[in-house]
Nanobody
């Protein structure tokens, strides 16, 4: 059974940092592109970043470029998102997802709230 489990979300002050993790199981993690996507309450999904199987090709949305860093540890079957200089508008539910021909598997999401 394919599983993606996000963790690391929480409450942080503006300007603070969080590191999200996505633990993958039930498939060959090292063979897949992976992505981070977020959902703001009352708004649509926003793609944030993706990374290829080897970590050599990385893409970011303009809204987070320079502040967020995606990475992966294939030996640990884990995807990461380092988030720095967080802003209130970063408050959202953060998902990791597996990309094949489309995003076929998603995690349950981890909530990030940026507030003073």
């Amino acid at each position: 059974q394919v599983q993606l489990v996000e963790s690391g979300g929480g409450l942080v002050q503006p300007g603070g940092s969080l590191r999200l993790s996505c633990a993958a199981s039930g498939f060959t993690f090292s063979s897949y592109y992976m992505s981070w996507v977020r959902q703001v309450p009352g708004k649509g999904l926003e793609w944030l970043s993706d990374i290829n199987s080897g970590g050599s090709s990385i893409y970011y949305a303009d809204s987070v470029k320079g502040r967020f860093t995606i990475s992966r540890d294939n030996a640990k079957n884990t995807l990461y998102l380092q988030m720095n200089n967080l802003k209130p508008e970063d408050t959202a539910l953060y998902y990791c997802a597996r990309l094949k021909s489309a995003y076929d598997y998603w995690g349950q999401g981890t909530q990030v709230t940026v507030s003073s």
